[in-house]
C-alpha cells in the first residue's frame, strides 16, 4: 500500500496502533482499520453527526478529520462509555426514554450528550437542543432524545 | 418546563392487560446504546472486497457506449459489472412474454440500460480490494452519451409532445391501453353519487390547485448491501432493509434465480420510512461477487441516497369542495397528478384513496396520474401519497370553514368519517377513531390555549391512512428454563421486537422479560411482508398471540401426559397450567419447562398469519406557528399530535411514531425539496442543503394517544406508523394563514414562497 503511515492513539483509554493512508478519514480508520464499527457514517460530510467522537476534549465529526490526525490523541467513542459494571446513565435514559427507534444516531447522539453534561451537569431544554444541533435524527422528532439527556443529567448529580 | 406527554392519553378501550400497553425496556436497546448492534455497513467477513457504483451525470441521454477496459486494468480491481451482465440483456421480448416490461424495468432501474433516466442511475459497478481502488477505478470507466431533452415536470411530461422516456410505455387507463407511447404510465378514476349535483347544491365552493415539491425519507444510515455468490449457486445477501423477503423477491427476480437460492440476512436498519424497500445494492453487489469470487460490499454516499435511491414524488393537485351554508359537504373532488420518477409507480392511487379518507361524502369524484419524469424512481415514504393529497384536501376544508365562519374542528366533526361510512372507492368502515381525536384535540388545552403575542397562527387538520396486513410468520420455542425464543421475520426498525414480545407475553400469561425476540433471515422463518404499511404491530403481533396459542395449548398436551390425564382436563391460565379436577396439580410455566427435556422434548409454537381487520388510523394535529413577516421564516411554537392507536402496546414507541412522523411533516412543510436545475441534476444533495429539521428547530412534541379499540385485532391493535405524517403541512398551511394573512398552495412553505404570497406574487 502507498504511503501506509503508522499511527499510535488512545481509544477509550487503551493504546492503539493502526496503519493508514492519507486519504482515509478517522471515521474511516475507526471502522474499517481498528473494526471500531459503533460509531456511525450517516453523510460522510460533517452534516449529520451521526459519526460524532470526543477527540481530546472536543466533539467533532470523525468523518472530518484524517486518520494521521490521531497521532498522539485522545479519543472516546461511544465503545468506551459503558464499563463492566453496567451502561453509562446517559445510555441507560436513552434506553428508559425510548430516546431511539432505528438507533442508528443513536451513539453520536449519546457521545455528544456527554461532552454536554461532562462540561456543564446543570442543563435545561434549550441548551441540550442548542447542543445537539449538529446530530440529526429522523425517526424521533428529538423530544424523547432531549428528555433523556435531562433525565441523565439529573442522574449523573 | 417538561411536560409528560403519557399523562393526556385517552382510553377508551376497556379491557385491562398486564403487559400490552406497558413500557418496558427494547430487548435490542443495549446493543444499539453501546455501538454493538450490526447495521448493514457495519459487517465484514472474511475476503470482503468493497465496491463503488458508476452514475449518470445525466438526467437522461441515451448510451452509446461503455468502456470498461481501464478500470479492469487498475491494480487491485477485481470485478466491474455493467447491464450486459443482468440476465435480462441476453433474454428476449418473445422469451419474457407478458413479463418483458416488468423485468425490463426492474433490470435497468438496477443497472442502466441503453438509456439512463436520472441523474445518479447506476452504469457499471467495481468491486477492488478497498473503496478507495474501487472509486478510482469507476472514474476510469468512459462513457459515450447522446444526450436527450429532460423532463422535469409532472405536467410538462403529460403534454402530447413532451419527449417520452421510455417509448414503449402505453397509459393504461380505466381498463384500456394507449395506441401512442406516453410518459402517463396510468390513469385512474374513483367516482361515487354525482358530484356535479352536489356541487350545484353547495352555498360555498372552493377549488384550487397546489404543488408539492419531491422530499426524501431522510433515513440517516445510507443504503447498502454485501453478498457473497458462492461457488455452489447459493447466494447470501446482508443488507438492511425493510423487509429481507422483498430484496429476496427482488434479486431472485432480476438475476433469474429460484427464491430459494438467495438467503437474505437482515442486519439492524438504520432507518427507512418506505424507502428501504426497494433493492438497489443487493443485486449489483451479487453480480460483482459472482466475479470477483468473494464476498462484495456497498454503501451508498449521501449524494448517492438523494439522487439515486427513491424519493416521495413531487405532485400537482387540484382540489374543490362544496359544502352547504351549515358546513356539510354537499361534493367533493380531487385530481392529482403524480411525478414517479424515472420509471412508472408513484402512490397516487393511494393518494386517491386518502384524499377524502376523513370524511363521510355522498358525492365524489378521484382522478390519478401516474406519470414518468427524468428523475430517480419514487418510493413509498410514509403513508405513501396521503401526505400530498391531504395537504392539498385539508387546505381546502380549512378555507371551507373560514368563509362559512365555522370552526375548524367543527367543520371536520361534522363531515367526518365513523363507523359504517363508505369512502369513494368502496369499502365500508369498521370502527374508528377520527371523532374521538377531533374530539380530543377540541378539549386539549392547546387549543384553549391564547396563542401569545406576534404573528401567530394556529392551524388543524386530519390525516387518514388505511393500514395493512400482509402475511407474517413467527415461531417461538420453550427454553428449558421458560424463556421462550421468538423468531420473526419482520425486522425492527423502531421498538418491533418489544411489541411483538409484549403480544406474546400477554398471551402466554408470563413476563415480558421471559420472552427473547429474534429477527431472523429468510431461510429460517416463513414468508413475512415488509416492516411498513403500519402493519408490522397489527399483522406480526397477530403472528405471534397465534404461535403463543399453540404453546398453550401444547404445554397442556404435555402436561395432560405427565398426569396422564385427558387434555381437556387440564387447562392454562395466566401461565399457570392446572389439573381440573385435581386442584393439587398445577404448574406454572417455567416449572412445566423445566421437565419438557425429559417429558418429549422442546415445545415450538408457529404461525403463518395474513389476518384481516386492520382498523383504520386517524389523527389530528394542532400547531401554532409564528412568522417573521421581513423574512417570511415560519417558526413552530406549539404542536400537538393526536391520534388513534387502537391499543397502543408500546406507548413510548407509538409516542416516538407521532413525533416523529409529525417532524417529518414539519421539515416537508417548511424546509425540504428537491431542487433541479434545468438539466434535471439536484442541486442540493447532502444534509447541508437538503435542511431537515434539527432538534433546535423544534419545540417538544406533544402527544395524546387515543384508543379506540380496533375490533379486528386481538388486543385491539391499529398501526401507527404512517397516519402520523398525514397532517403537518396542511396544519401548518392553515396556521400560516393566521400569522402570515396569505394561504399557501405550494410545499414547501419556505420563507421566500411566504414572502411572495404576502406581497401578491404568490398568487
Known amino acids: 500500500m502507498p504511503g501506509v503511515t503508522h499511527v499510535q492513539t488512545t481509544i477509550n483509554g487503551e493504546e492503539v496502533n493502526f496503519l493508514c493512508e492519507p486519504r482515509q478519514s478517522l471515521l474511516e480508520c475507526l471502522?474499517?482499520?481498528?473494526?471500531?464499527?459503533?460509531?456511525?457514517?450517516?453523510?460522510?460530510?460533517?452534516?449529520?453527526?451521526?459519526?460524532?467522537?470526543?477527540?481530546?476534549?472536543?466533539?467533532?465529526?470523525?468523518?472530518?478529520?484524517?486518520?494521521?490526525e490521531a497521532q498522539g490523541k485522545d479519543m472516546t467513542t461511544i465503545e468506551g462509555l459503558a464499563t463492566p459494571e453496567g451502561l453509562h446513565p446517559l445510555q441507560q435514559s436513552f434506553l428508559e426514554q425510548a430516546a431511539l427507534q432505528c438507533g442508528i444516531c443513536t451513539p453520536g447522539f449519546i457521545v455528544a450528550a456527554k461532552a454536554l453534561l461532562d462540561a456543564e451537569p446543570d442543563v435545561d431544554e434549550a441548551r441540550v437542543r442548542h447542543w445537539l444541533a449538529g446530530n440529526l435524527c429522523r425517526c424521533t422528532g428529538y423530544d424523547k432524545i432531549v428528555r433523556a439527556v435531562l433525565d441523565a443529567s439529573q442522574k449523573m448529580k | 418546563m417538561v411536560s409528560n406527554p403519557a399523562e393526556a392519553n385517552i382510553v377508551l378501550s376497556e379491557v385491562e392487560f398486564d403487559v400490552v400497553g406497558k413500557r418496558p425496556i427494547?430487548?435490542?436497546?443495549?446493543?444499539?446504546?453501546?455501538?454493538?448492534?450490526?447495521?448493514?455497513?457495519?459487517?465484514?467477513?472474511?475476503?470482503?472486497?468493497?465496491?463503488?457504483?458508476?452514475?449518470?451525470?445525466?438526467?437522461?441521454?441515451?448510451?452509446k457506449s461503455i468502456d470498461t477496459s481501464k478500470a479492469e486494468a487498475h491494480p487491485g480491481v477485481r470485478a466491474v459489472v455493467t447491464a450486459k451482465d443482468l440476465p435480462f440483456s441476453s433474454l428476449s421480448k418473445d422469451e419474457l412474454g407478458s413479463d418483458y416490461m416488468r423485468l425490463k424495468f426492474a433490470s435497468n432501474h438496477v443497472l442502466a440500460g441503453d438509456k439512463v433516466l436520472f441523474k445518479g442511475h447506476p452504469l457499471a459497478a467495481v468491486s477492488a480490494n478497498n473503496p478507495h481502488v474501487a472509486e478510482e477505478a469507476i472514474n476510469l470507466i468512459s462513457v459515450e452519451y447522446e444526450l436527450l431533452p429532460p423532463v422535469l415536470d409532472v405536467l410538462d411530461a403529460m403534454k402530447d409532445d413532451a419527449p417520452l422516456l421510455h417509448d414503449d410505455l402505453h397509459t393504461a387507463s380505466l381498463g384500456e391501453t394507449s395506441e401512442k407511447p406516453s410518459n402517463v404510465a396510468a390513469h385512474l378514476i374513483y367516482e361515487t353519487g354525482d358530484t356535479e349535483k352536489g356541487f350545484a347544491a353547495a352555498d360555498v365552493v372552493v377549488e384550487r390547485e397546489f404543488r408539492t415539491a419531491a422530499v426524501h425519507q431522510g433515513y440517516i444510515?445510507?443504503?447498502?448491501?454485501?453478498?457473497?455468490?458462492?461457488?455452489?449457486?447459493?447466494?447470501?445477501?446482508?443488507?438492511?432493509?425493510?423487509?429481507?423477503?422483498?430484496?429476496?423477491?427482488?434479486?431472485?427476480?432480476?438475476?433469474?434465480?429460484?427464491?430459494?437460492?438467495?438467503?437474505?440476512?437482515?442486519?439492524?436498519?438504520?432507518?427507512?420510512?418506505?424507502?428501504?424497500?426497494?433493492?438497489?445494492?443487493d443485486a449489483i453487489a451479487a453480480l460483482l461477487s459472482k466475479k470477483s469470487g468473494a464476498p462484495v460490499k456497498l454503501v451508498m454516499s449521501r449524494t448517492d441516497v438523494f439522487e439515486a435511491s427513491g424519493p416521495a414524488p413531487a405532485t400537482w393537485m387540484k382540489v374543490k369542495v362544496g359544502a352547504t351554508k351549515d358546513g356539510k359537504f354537499t361534493a367533493v373532488q380531487a385530481n392529482l397528478a403524480f411525478e414517479a420518477g424515472a420509471y412508472p409507480g408513484s402512490p397516487v392511487m393511494q393518494g386517491m384513496l386518502c384524499a377524502f379518507g376523513c370524511y363521510d361524502v355522498a358525492n365524489g369524484f378521484l382522478e390519478g396520474y401516474d406519470v414518468v419524469v427524468n428523475k430517480p424512481k419514487t418510493a413509498a415514504y410514509r403513508a405513501p401519497g396521503s401526505p400530498q393529497a391531504t395537504f392539498a384536501v385539508e387546505s381546502v376544508v380549512d378555507e371551507v370553514a373560514d368563509q362559512l365562519g365555522i370552526d375548524p374542528i367543527e367543520i371536520r366533526l361534522l363531515?367526518?368519517?365513523?363507523?359504517?361510512?363508505?369512502?369513494?372507492?368502496?369499502?365500508?368502515?369498521?370502527?374508528?377513531?377520527?371523532?374521538?381525536?377531533?374530539?380530543?384535540?377540541?378539549?386539549?388545552?392547546?387549543?384553549?390555549?391564547?396563542?401569545?403575542?406576534?404573528?401567530?397562527?394556529?392551524?388543524?387538520?386530519?390525516?387518514?391512512?388505511?393500514?395493512?396486513?400482509?402475511?407474517?410468520?413467527?415461531s417461538m420455542t420453550v427454553n428449558y428454563d421458560g424463556i421462550v425464543s421468538l423468531i420473526m421475520g419482520s425486522v425492527d426498525i423502531g421498538g418491533t421486537r418489544a411489541s411483538i414480545a409484549q403480544q406474546a407475553a400477554e398471551t402466554l400469561g408470563i413476563a415480558y422479560e421471559e420472552i427473547k425476540p429474534t429477527v431472523v433471515d429468510t431461510d429460517s422463518i416463513g414468508y413475512t411482508f415488509i416492516t411498513g404499511g403500519s402493519r408490522t404491530c397489527f399483522a406480526t403481533g397477530w403472528a405471534a398471540i397465534e404461535a403463543a396459542e399453540e404453546v398453550k395449548s401444547l404445554m397442556v398436551a404435555r402436561a395432560a401426559r405427565i398426569w396422564d390425564t385427558p387434555e381437556d382436563n387440564v387447562e392454562y391460565a395466566s401461565g399457570v397450567i392446572q389439573h381440573k379436577s385435581d386442584p393439587e396439580l398445577r404448574m406454572t410455566f417455567k416449572e412445566l419447562s423445566r421437565q419438557l427435556a425429559t417429558t418429549g422434548g422442546a415445545i415450538t409454537g408457529s404461525s403463518n398469519v395474513e389476518p384481516t381487520g386492520?382498523?383504520?388510523?386517524?389523527?389530528?394535529?394542532?400547531?401554532?406557528?409564528?412568522?417573521?413577516?421581513?423574512?417570511?421564516?415560519?417558526?413552530?411554537?406549539?404542536?400537538?399530535?393526536?391520534?388513534?392507536?387502537?391499543?397502543?402496546?408500546?406507548?413510548?414507541?407509538?409516542?416516538?411514531?407521532?413525533?416523529?412522523?409529525?417532524?417529518?411533516?414539519?421539515?416537508?412543510?417548511?424546509?425540504?425539496?428537491?431542487?433541479?436545475?434545468?438539466?434535471?441534476?439536484?442541486?442540493n444533495s447532502s444534509f447541508l442543503d437538503y435542511r431537515m429539521p434539527t432538534s433546535l428547530d423544534l419545540p417538544m412534541i406533544d402527544t395524546v394517544i387515543v384508543e379506540v379499540a380496533n375490533p379486528g385485532h386481538p388486543y385491539g391493535v391499529r398501526g401507527v406508523g404512517e397516519a402520523a405524517i398525514v397532517p403537518p403541512m396542511a396544519a401548518i398551511a392553515n396556521a400560516i394563514k393566521g400569522s402570515a394573512g396569505v394561504r399557501m398552495n405550494s410545499l414547501p412553505m419556505t420563507p421566500g414562497k411566504v414572502l411572495d404570497a404576502i406581497s401578491g406574487e404568490g398568487k
Open chain 1, 31 to 68: 471502522r474499517d482499520v481498528v473494526g471500531m464499527t459503533g460509531t456511525k457514517e450517516g453523510c460522510n460530510d460533517g452534516n449529520c453527526g451521526a459519526c460524532t467522537i470526543i477527540f481530546d476534549g472536543r466533539i467533532v465529526d470523525s468523518c472530518l478529520v484524517l486518520g494521521v
Open chain 2, 614 to 683: 386492520e382498523g383504520n388510523g386517524y389523527a389530528v394535529h394542532l400547531v401554532d406557528v409564528e412568522t417573521d413577516l421581513e423574512t417570511g421564516k415560519t417558526s413552530i411554537v406549539r404542536f400537538t399530535a393526536i391520534q388513534d392507536a387502537g391499543k397502543a402496546v408500546h406507548p413510548s414507541y407509538v409516542e416516538g411514531q407521532m413525533q416523529g412522523g409529525a417532524v417529518q411533516g414539519i421539515g416537508w412543510a417548511l424546509n425540504e425539496e428537491y431542487f433541479f436545475n434545468d438539466k434535471g441534476q439536484m442541486m
Open chain 2, 26 to 63: 427494547r430487548p435490542d436497546g443495549v446493543d444499539k446504546v453501546t455501538g454493538r448492534a450490526q447495521y448493514g455497513a457495519d459487517i465484514n467477513l472474511a475476503g470482503l472486497l468493497h465496491g463503488k457504483v458508476l452514475r449518470s451525470p445525466h438526467a437522461h441521454a441515451r448510451i
Open chain 2, 221 to 281: 444510515e445510507p443504503h447498502n448491501g454485501t453478498a457473497f455468490w458462492n461457488v455452489d449457486g447459493q447466494l447470501s445477501v446482508w443488507t438492511s432493509t425493510q423487509g429481507a423477503f422483498a430484496v429476496r423477491s427482488s434479486v431472485s427476480d432480476v438475476l433469474r434465480l429460484p427464491v430459494s437460492k438467495v438467503k437474505v440476512t437482515p442486519m439492524e436498519i438504520g432507518g427507512g420510512f418506505g424507502g428501504k424497500i426497494t433493492a438497489y445494492l
Open chain 2, 415 to 474: 363531515n367526518a368519517a365513523k363507523e359504517g361510512t363508505r369512502r369513494i372507492e368502496g369499502p365500508i368502515a369498521n370502527r374508528i377513531g377520527l371523532v374521538e381525536c377531533l374530539e380530543a384535540a377540541r378539549n386539549h388545552p392547546h387549543y384553549k390555549s391564547s396563542m401569545g403575542s406576534g404573528n401567530r397562527g394556529r392551524g388543524v387538520a386530519c390525516g387518514y391512512w388505511m393500514n395493512r396486513s400482509f402475511p407474517s410468520s413467527v
